[in-house]
Nanobody, 121 residues
Framework: QVQLVESGGGLVQAGGSLRLSCAASGSIYNINVMGWYRQAPGKQRELVALLISGGITNYADSVKGRFTISRDNAKNTVYLQMNSLKPEDTAVYYC???????????????WGQGTQVTVSS
């Protein structure tokens, strides 16, 4: 199995910063994509940022220029640096990883348990 463990959420004032971390562990041959999604109360889960093997990134328009996704391949860990936070960034943030567990095996999506980010005005 594969486990994703997130950390770094919390309460911050508008304009502040937080850094989220997500470490993947378990039976892993390769991780093709790692990313962050968020879900605010009463809303659907939405993409925040993706990091694809090779360094390609994709950000939601609402976070471009404020959030930065990065990865430590040796640690199978993805980070989300969040700057200039706004109250509308308040949500539960979920880590996602597209994992290949065996060399010739299929890719499969895994999710973390979520970490709460609250931005006060």
């Amino acid at each position: 199995q594969v486990q994703l463990v997130e950390s770094g959420g919390g309460l911050v004032q508008a304009g502040g910063s937080l850094r989220l971390s997500c470490a993947a562990s378990g039976s892993i041959y390769n991780i093709n994509v790692m990313g962050w999604y968020r879900q605010a109360p009463g809303k659907q889960r939405e993409l925040v940022a993706l990091l694809i093997s090779g360094g390609i990134t994709n950000y939601a328009d609402s976070v471009k220029g404020r959030f930065t996704i990065s990865r430590d391949n040796a640690k199978n860990t993805v980070y989300l640096q969040m700057n200039s936070l706004k109250p509308e960034d308040t949500a539960v943030y979920y880590c996602n990883a597209n994992v290949q567990r065996l060399r010739f095996g299929p890719n499969q999506d895994y999710w973390g348990q979520g970490t709460q980010v609250t931005v006060s005005s």
